[in-house]
C-alpha cells in the first residue's frame, strides 16, 4: 500500500472554490469522524448522513477516511519513537531484577515448606476445633428451635388428648392458640404447615360429632321426655297438696308454723313429715344437658351459632308436633291421657330450662310460639277424645289430670286460661255423663221398687230409715212397733242417689279455682238437670209402663209427695257444702217442685186412663139378650164385678197421704177425679153400648134388664165409694144414662127416637098375633104415634140448628 502510495502522481494544484469546497467537506467529514471514534453516541444516524447525502458521498467518505487513518498512523508513530528508549530501560533494568526475584522464591518456597510442616498440627487441632465451633452453632440452633417448636407440639398434643377424651370446647380454644400463637413462631416448617392444614378438618370433625352428640339427645330427650313431665307433674301434685293441707289446717284453726330445717341448701319446709326439698326432682336431675350446651359453645366459637339455633328450634318445632300426636286409643284409659300430659309436660319442662340455662339458643317469644300452637292442639284433642268418654270417672280423672297439667306450666310461666275454660266445656260433659249413669241407678231402684210401704220392726230400722231420708210424722212416731212409713223403699233410695249426684259434680268443681259463689251455681243447676231431665223423664217412663198398675201409681204419688218434702233439705245439703247462703241474690233455686207435680200429674192421668181401661175390659164381658122377653130380676154378673173391682180400687185410695190439710185435699180431690171419671165413662160406655146402631132391636125384657143394671150403679154412686161429694153429685154421672130407661122430662129426643124405633121393630117381630089383640094394637099405635112426634122434633131440632 506505501508503495502504492509512493508511487501515485501528484494531482494538479486546485482552483480558489475547490479549496473552499474542499474546506467544507473536511469540516463536515471531521464531525463525522468525530462522533465515529466518540463510543457513546449511536452510529445509526451518523452513517445514514453519510449515505443519504449527494452522490459519491460514499468515496469522498472513503477517500476521507483514509487521509484520516494515516494521520492517526503519523501520530502513533511519533508517540512510539518518543518513549522507545524508556521502554527499552525498563526492559534492561526487569532483566537485572530477574535473578533476584529467582533467589527470593527459592527462599519464600523453603519458608512456606517449613511452615506447612510446622502448621500441620496446628491445622489439625484448627479444624478440630473449627468443627466443634459449628457443632455448637447447630446445636444451638436447634436447641433453640426446638424451645419454639416444643410449645406447638404439646399444644398438638394437649390437643390430641381433647379430642380423645371428647373435650371439644377445649380443644377449640387449643385450635385458636395454635393458630394464633403458636404456629405463626414456627410457620418456616413443614410440619407446623400440616398441623395448620389439618387443623380445619378437625374442626369440621368437631362439628359433625357435637351435631351428632345434639341428635343423640334430642332423640333420647324425645324419648324421655314423658319422665320428666311426670316428675314435674308429681313436683306440682305434692305442692298443691301440701298447700291444700295448709289451707285445711289454717281453717280449722289447727295450723302451725312450718318447721325450717338447715340442710346446706337453705330452709325446708316440714308439714306431717312431708319435706318439699325431699319431693323436688328437676329436669337437670334427670336429664344430661351438656350435650346442648357443649354444642352451642362449640358453634359459638366456629361463629356458626345461628345456624345451630336454627337447626334446634326446627328440630324441637318437629318434636313439638309429635308429642301433641295423640295415640288412637287414648280416651280408653286415663293412662292414655297421663302419658299424652307427661310428654307435653315434659317437652315444655325442657324448654323452659333451656331458656334459661342458654343465652338465646331459644327466646322467650319462641317458647311462647310453641305453647300457643300446642295449647291450640291440646284443646282440640281434648275435646274430641273427651266427647268419646262415657264413664264419669274417668272423665274426672281427665279433669284432674287436666288442672295438674294447668297448674304444672303455670308454674314454668306458660299461660293456662283458656285449659280452664276447657275444663268448663268438658264439665258440661261430665254432667251429661253423670245424668246417663244416674239414670240407669234410678231406673233400676224403679225396677227393684215393690211399690208398697216400708214395714218398719224396730226402733233402729225407724232410726235407718230416718238417717237417709228426712221423713217426720207425728203421728206414725207414737204409733208402736211394727209399722209402716207411707212411701215406698225407692224414696231413700233416689235421695240418697241425688245426694251422691251432687257429691260427684262437686268433685269436679274442685281445684278449678273458682269462687264459692260460682260452685254453688254449677252444683244447683246440675242437681236441677238431674231432677227435671233425668228423674222426670225416668218418673213419666215408670207411668208408661204397661206392668204399672193402679197400686203402683198411687204408691207413685205417695213418693213424689214425699220427695218434693224433701227438696227444701237437698238446698240445705248443697248450701252447707258451700257455704252460700240461699238468700244469695243470684242463688239458683231447684226445680224439683215442678218436677214432682209434673210426674204426680202423670201419675192421676195415668189412673184414669187405666181405670177407665179396666171398665172396657168388664164391659166387654157384657152379653145381653136383647130380645129376651122377660129380665132376670138381678143385675148382670158383669156390671156387679166391674162394681166390686171398684170399691176396692178406691179403697186403695185410702193410702194417700193425709198427714196435713194440702195433702189430705190433695188426696181426696184424686180419689174424687178418679170415681167421677169412672163413673162417667161407665155411664157413657152403658150408654153407648145401648144406642149401638149395629144393635137393631130392643125388646122389653131386655130395656128392664139394662134399667137393673143402671140401678146398680146409681147404688153404687149413692154408697159414695169416695168421700166427699157434696149431694147427688156422683149420681148425675149416669142421669144421661138413666133417661133413656126412665120417664125424665130431659130425655134427649134423638136417643128416645133410636131406642123406641129399636123397640117397636122387636114387638112386630116377636108379636104376629098382637094386631088381633087391642091393647096391643092401642100401644103400637101409641109407640107409632110417639115416633112420629120425636121425629118430627129431631127434624125441628136439625133446622133449627
Not at 390430641?160 to 380443644?171: M, T, V
Not at 243470684?586 to 204426680?600: C, E, I, N, Q, V
Amino acid at each position: 500500500m506505501e508503495k502504492e502510495r509512493v508511487n501515485a502522481t501528484l494531482p494538479d494544484r486546485p482552483t480558489q472554490r475547490e479549496k473552499d469546497i474542499k474546506e467544507e467537506d473536511d469540516k463536515a467529514y471531521g464531525n463525522v469522524f468525530t462522533e465515529l471514534e466518540s463510543v457513546d453516541l449511536p452510529l445509526g444516524t451518523t452513517l445514514r448522513s453519510v449515505y443519504d447525502d449527494q452522490p459519491n458521498a460514499h468515496k469522498r467518505f472513503m477517500e476521507k477516511l483514509d487521509v484520516r487513518i494515516r494521520n492517526h498512523d503519523r501520530e502513533i508513530e511519533k508517540m512510539c519513537n518518543f518513549h522507545h528508549q524508556g521502554f527499552v530501560d525498563a526492559i534492561t533494568e526487569l532483566l537485572k531484577v530477574r535473578a533476584d526475584a529467582e533467589k527470593l522464591m527459592g527462599q519464600v518456597t523453603d519458608s512456606n515448606r517449613r511452615l506447612q510442616e510446622a502448621g500441620k498440627e496446628v491445622t489439625a487441632r484448627t479444624e478440630e476445633i473449627v468443627c466443634c465451633r459449628v457443632q455448637q452453632r447447630n446445636m444451638a440452633t436447634t436447641v433453640e428451635r426446638l424451645q419454639l417448636c416444643l410449645p406447638v407440639l404439646e399444644m398438638y398434643s394437649k390437643l390430641k388428648e381433647q379430642l380423645d377424651s371428647k373435650r371439644y370446647y377445649a380443644a377449640l380454644k387449643t385450635m385458636e392458640q395454635l393458630e394464633k400463637v403458636y404456629i405463626p413462631r414456627v410457620s418456616q416448617y413443614r410440619f407446623c404447615q400440616i398441623m395448620a392444614d389439618n387443623l380445619p378438618r378437625l374442626r369440621d370433625q368437631i362439628k359433625e360429632i357435637s351435631m351428632s352428640d345434639l341428635k343423640d339427645f334430642l332423640e333420647s330427650i324425645r324419648k324421655h321426655s314423658d319422665k320428666v313431665g311426670e316428675a314435674a307433674m308429681k313436683q306440682a301434685q305434692q305442692h298443691r297438696t301440701f298447700n291444700s293441707a295448709v289451707a285445711k289446717q289454717a281453717s280449722t284453726g289447727h295450723y302451725t308454723k312450718p318447721l325450717y330445717a338447715l340442710n346446706g341448701r337453705g330452709h325446708t319446709h316440714t308439714l306431717n313429715g312431708l319435706t318439699l326439698d325431699d319431693m323436688v326432682l328437676t329436669a337437670q336431675d334427670l336429664v344430661d344437658f351438656s350435650p346442648v350446651y357443649r354444642c352451642l359453645h362449640i358453634y359459638t366459637i366456629l361463629g356458626d351459632r345461628e345456624t345451630f339455633e336454627n337447626y334446634y328450634r326446627k328440630q324441637r318445632k318437629k318434636q313439638a308436633r309429635l308429642v301433641l300426636q295423640p295415640q288412637a286409643n287414648m280416651h280408653e284409659t286415663v293412662e292414655g291421657y297421663r302419658r299424652y300430659f307427661n310428654q307435653i309436660v315434659g317437652f315444655f319442662v325442657v324448654e323452659d330450662h333451656i331458656l334459661h340455662a342458654t343465652q338465646g339458643l331459644v327466646t322467650r317469644a319462641f317458647t311462647e310460639e310453641l305453647w300457643n300452637m300446642a295449647l291450640s292442639k291440646i284443646i282440640a284433642v281434648l275435646r274430641t277424645h273427651s266427647s268419646y268418654c262415657d264413664d264419669p270417672d274417668l272423665v274426672l280423672e281427665l279433669k284432674n289430670l287436666i288442672v295438674v297439667l294447668a297448674d304444672t306450666l303455670q308454674g314454668y310461666g306458660f299461660p293456662v286460661n283458656r285449659l280452664f275454660d276447657l275444663l268448663f266445656e268438658i264439665r258440661d260433659q261430665y254432667n251429661e255423663t253423670l245424668l246417663k249413669k244416674w239414670a240407669l241407678v234410678l231406673r233400676e231402684i224403679f225396677e227393684l221398687d215393690n211399690y208398697s210401704p216400708i214395714p218398719v220392726e224396730t226402733e233402729e230400722e225407724y232410726k235407718l230409715v230416718v238417717s237417709r231420708f228426712p221423713f217426720h210424722d207425728a203421728e206414725i212416731e207414737k204409733q208402736d212397733f211394727p209399722k209402716k212409713l207411707p212411701m215406698s223403699q225407692s224414696v231413700p233410695q233416689i235421695y240418697t242417689q241425688v245426694k251422691e249426684f251432687i257429691y260427684a259434680s262437686l268433685k269436679f268443681s274442685e281445684s278449678l279455682h273458682r269462687s264459692s259463689t260460682e260452685i254453688d251455681d254449677m252444683l244447683r243447676k246440675s242437681t236441677n238437670l238431674l231432677l227435671t231431665r233425668t228423674l222426670s223423664g225416668c218418673l213419666q217412663n215408670l207411668i208408661k209402663k204397661p206392668h204399672i198398675g193402679l197400686t203402683e201409681l198411687v204408691q207413685i204419688i205417695i213418693n213424689t209427695t214425699h220427695l218434693e218434702q224433701a227438696c227444701r233439705y237437698l238446698e240445705e245439703f248443697i248450701t252447707n257444702i258451700t257455704n252460700v247462703s240461699p238468700e244469695t241474690v243470684h242463688t239458683t233455686r231447684l226445680y224439683g217442685l215442678s218436677t214432682f207435680k209434673d210426674a204426680r200429674h202423670a201419675a192421676e192421668g195415668e189412673i184414669y186412663t187405666k181405670l177407665n181401661q179396666k171398665i172396657d175390659e168388664f164391659i166387654q164381658l157384657a152379653d145381653y139378650e136383647w130380645c129376651m122377653a122377660e129380665s132376670d130380676g138381678r143385675a148382670s154378673g158383669y156390671l156387679m164385678d166391674l162394681i166390686n173391682f171398684l170399691r176396692s180400687t178406691f179403697q186403695v185410695f185410702t193410702h194417700l197421704p193425709s198427714n196435713n190439710n194440702d195433702h189430705a185435699s190433695m188426696s181426696g180431690k184424686v180419689a174424687q177425679t178418679a170415681c167421677m171419671s169412672a163413673c162417667k165413662h161407665l155411664s157413657t160406655s152403658l150408654l153407648e153400648m145401648l144406642m149401638d146402631t149395629e144393635l137393631k132391636q130392643i125388646s122389653m125384657g131386655a130395656v128392664q134388664q139394662f134399667n137393673l143394671d143402671v140401678i146398680q150403679c146409681e147404688l153404687f154412686a149413692s154408697s159414695e165409694p169416695v168421700p166427699g161429694f157434696q149431694g147427688d153429685t156422683l149420681q148425675l154421672a149416669f142421669i144421661d144414662l138413666r133417661q133413656p130407661t126412665s120417664r125424665y122430662l130431659r130425655v134427649n129426643p134423638a136417643t128416645a127416637l133410636a131406642l123406641l124405633e129399636k123397640m117397636k121393630d122387636t114387638s112386630k117381630k116377636n108379636n104376629i098375633f098382637s094386631q088381633f089383640r087391642k091393647n096391643d094394637r092401642d100401644k103400637q099405635k101409641l109407640i107409632e104415634t110417639v115416633v112420629k112426634q120425636l121425629r118430627s122434633l129431631v127434624n125441628g131440632m136439625s133446622l133449627h140448628s
